[in-house]
């Protein structure tokens, strides 16, 4: 019998085995966004390290490249494994509020990684408040909220929406875990990088599908991931995911003073063991506490199969 963890909506096409659905996965994403990532280096707007050398560089850089994978992932699912979008998780009352309350809590999440390592000493303050005294800067974080919500939302599309059920369809829920988290640790592979930050990927993949599979849908996990990296990247001037934003922080400039398994290094926070620390500890929350205090997250429970 299949199992599903969205909607029991069949599927009138091929879905791959739970083995291969996260190679077709990093195939759909690789030749998809390889392209344009080559276009924008060619153009000037990125580095040969894919660094953005400008706010409009890091826009386009969420926009373009993630649009193009989930056009390839959207196409995929439509004509090959011919399924509803309420398969992959879009389904479900609420959604905007959802979306929101996602939002809010990624944000709050990353503000209570981020001063832990300030107050264990990772961090040190400098400025208050100093995009505010820029309106120009001020422009660029809210343009930036919006590209952060569209990278985000095509990322969980992919990899808690369409890798996670197809996975579950073909073999069980634990497999569609491991399959979209190590996915996702993959493709944010880099050499030489520390193992921390591998265990953080796939702790973030884990949580992520926790959340997933606990809404029964996506959008509250959307909104989380999209809060999450923009309120990284603005409210401290830290580095997110290895990238600078370079404009000037939102709250409080912090510059790093502890060691970078505090800080998280060039990473940013996001790969202290602080911050692995707090998803593991969420991602339990979410698998195994009762489900009454979580209706927040969880109002459409009732179409988890």
């Given at each position: 019998?299949?199992?599903?963890?969205?909607?029991?909506e069949?599927?009138?096409g091929?879905?791959?085995?739970?083995?291969?659905?996260?190679?077709?996965c990093?195939?759909?994403v690789?030749?998809?966004s390889?392209p344009?990532?080559?276009g924008?280096?060619?153009?000037g707007?990125?580095?040969?390290?894919?660094q953005?050398l400008?706010?409009?560089g890091f826009?386009?850089?969420?926009?373009?490249p993630?649009?193009?994978m989930?056009?390839?992932?959207?196409?995929w699912?439509?004509?090959v494994?011919?399924?509803?979008?309420?398969?992959?998780?879009?389904?479900?009352?609420?959604r905007?509020?959802?979306?929101?309350?996602?939002?809010?809590?990624g944000?709050?999440?990353?503000?209570?990684?981020?001063?832990?390592?300030?107050?264990?000493?990772?961090?040190?303050?400098?400025?208050?408040?100093?995009?505010?005294?820029?309106p120009?800067?001020l422009?660029w974080?809210?343009?930036?909220l919006?590209?952060?919500?569209?990278?985000?939302?095509?990322e969980?599309?992919i990899?808690?929406?369409?890798l996670?059920?197809?996975?579950?369809?073909?073999?069980?829920?634990?497999?569609?875990?491991?399959?979209?988290?190590?996915a996702?640790?993959?493709?944010?592979?880099?050499?030489?990088?520390?193992?921390?930050?591998?265990?953080?990927?796939?702790m973030?993949?884990?949580f992520?599908?926790?959340w997933?599979w606990?809404?029964g849908?996506?959008w509250?996990?959307?909104?989380?991931?999209?809060?999450?990296?923009?309120?990284?990247?603005v409210?401290?001037?830290?580095?997110?995911?290895?990238?600078?934003l370079?404009?000037?922080?939102?709250?409080?400039?912090?510059?790093?003073?502890?060691?970078d398994?505090?800080?998280?290094?060039?990473a940013?926070?996001?790969s202290?063991?602080?911050?692995?620390?707090?998803?593991?500890?969420?991602t339990?929350?979410l698998?195994?506490?009762?489900?009454?205090?979580?209706?927040?997250?969880?109002?459409?429970?009732?179409?988890m199969?």
């Open positions: 019998m299949t199992q599903t963890i969205f909607s029991p069949p599927h009138r091929w879905l791959p085995w739970a083995w291969l659905s996260p190679i077709v990093i195939l759909l690789a030749f998809s390889t344009v990532d080559f924008l280096e060619w153009i707007l990125v580095d040969a390290k894919g953005p400008s706010a409009f826009c386009l850089l969420l926009l373009l993630f649009g193009a989930g056009a390839a992932v959207w196409a699912f439509r004509f494994e011919r399924r509803s979008l309420a398969t992959l998780g879009l389904t479900g009352p609420h905007l509020r959802k979306h929101l309350t996602g939002l809010a809590t944000v709050g999440m990353m503000a209570l990684a981020v001063i832990s390592i300030w107050l264990a000493g990772g961090y040190v303050s400098k400025d208050v408040l100093p995009a505010f005294a820029s120009a800067s422009l974080i809210a343009i930036l919006a590209c952060f919500v569209f990278q985000s939302g095509v969980e599309f990899f808690r929406g369409w996670l059920s197809t996975a579950t369809r073909r073999w069980n829920l634990t497999a569609g875990f491991i399959a979209s988290s190590s996702f640790t993959f493709l944010h592979f880099s050499p030489h990088q520390p193992v921390r930050e591998i265990v953080m990927a796939f973030f993949g884990l992520a599908c926790s997933a606990r809404a849908s996506i509250g996990v959307m909104g989380w991931h999209g809060g999450w990296n923009w309120f990284a990247g409210g401290f001037a830290v580095p997110i995911t290895g990238f600078d370079e404009l000037p922080a939102l709250l409080v400039h912090l510059a790093p003073s502890g060691p398994f505090l800080t998280g290094g060039p940013g926070p996001e202290s063991i602080l911050t692995i620390g707090m998803l593991a500890v969420a339990l929350l698998l195994l506490w009762p489900k009454g205090p979580f209706r927040l997250f969880a109002a459409n429970t009732s179409t199969q």
